[in-house]
């Protein structure tokens, strides 16, 4: 309050809060309210003036505000703190559930591919039996007893393989040679012996550890043998090789046939026009399937083999599978 006997209580007075007010603040009020000031260190500063704009020595004094326990840095820091952590949980959580889904939706994908591989597999073992069939047919019209027989006790023993192999998914290589072994002498049989095959295998691959699809390999020979050798006027020779690289077994399938472009052209004009491909058909679809399940790149390449004279002399056949 500021005192002045001439002017009888009408003056003015200026003040500022600094660390609040950037400006003088003229009243004529003797009182005044600061509502939440934020934590700090204040200075309020007051003059007063009369009728001639004379002011006054300023007074001042320091006010400070003491910070809530709410408002103290490692309070605001533990509460960045807690938040942190939580978002840390809600996310680990979200996340953790969206894999769940991604893993269920994962597993029912692959009971989906493995219905159909496994309907695959079913698809292929008659189209085997019944080529089986044919040529037992074939000895029979002929009056041919003891072929006949002979190749009866064969295809009872490829029977056998058909029905004990058709549920698991890998078999051991040996079994899978055996079986092309027994395949490869009905047909030798069946054609009157118009081809001769050889398998060969590196001395260090282990035949009963080494694991791979069963009826993999069978589809491709069958090819090989329909395609390429029963185009061919004189006797061919169809070569299954089994050998070892890097982390993959490699089987390659080469016959000294006429080649898939002359095969083609053969085709339309032979009786082999009414064969039809279902096993190789099947076996590219369960390739996909196999790679889809099982991340892997179980692949195959074909390509005819050419000789000096730019001719045409066989197919060759290279189906890479990854071990595990």
């Known amino acids: ?74 309070f605001k820091a533990i509460v960045i703190l807690m938040f942190i952590i939580c978002m840390f949980f809600i996310l680990r959580w979200y996340f953790k559930k969206l894999r769940g889904r991604e893993e269920e939706k994962n597993k029912f994908q692959h009971k989906i591919s493995e219905a159909e591989l496994k309907a695959l597999r079913a698809q292929m073992n008659p189209h085997f039996i019944f080529n089986a069939i044919a ?48 395949y490869l002498e009905l047909e030798s049989l069946r054609f009157e012996n118009k081809f001769e095959y050889e398998i ?17 390999i069978q589809p491709f020979v ?27 077994l490699e089987c390659t399938i080469h016959d000294d046939g006429v080649g898939r472009k002359k ?20 076996t590219r679809e369960r390739l996909e399937i196999l790679n889809q399940i099982y991340n892997i790149t179980l692949d195959y390449s074909v390509q005819d083999t050419i000789n000096k004279n730019n001719e045409v002399t066989g197919t060759i056949v290279k189906i890479q599978i990854p071990l595990n």
């Open 200 to 216: 060969k295998l590196e001395d260090h691959i282990d035949l009963n550890f080494t694991q791979i699809p069963s009826m993999l």
């Open 135 to 182: 040529s037992v047919q074939y000895f029979i019209s002929g009056n041919d007893p003891k072929s006949s027989q002979k190749y009866l006790s064969k295809f009872a023993k490829l029977i056998r393989y058909v029905v004990d192999n058709s549920k698991p998914e890998t078999i051991p290589l040996k079994t899978e040679i055996e079986a092309l072994t027994l």
């Open 1 to 74: 309050k500021g005192l002045s006997f001439r002017d009888k209580g009408d003056l003015t007075y200026r003040y500022k809060l600094e660390g609040l007010d950037t400006s003088w603040v003229f009243t004529k009020y003797t009182s005044i309210k600061y509502q939440a000031l934020p934590p700090g260190k204040y200075k309020f500063i007051v003059s007063v003036s009369n009728h001639d704009k004379l002011y006054s020595e300023s007074k001042n004094f320091e006010i400070i505000i003491i910070p809530g326990w709410w408002q103290t840095v490692w």
């Open 263 to 282: 095969s083609k052209e053969m085709k339309t004009e032979s009786a082999l026009k009414n064969h039809k491909s279902i096993g190789m058909a099947l």
């Open 222 to 248: 069958e090819n090989a043998i329909w395609h390429g050798l029963m185009h061919k006027k004189t006797k061919g020779k169809i070569i299954i090789s089994f050998y070892l690289k890097d982390n993959l």
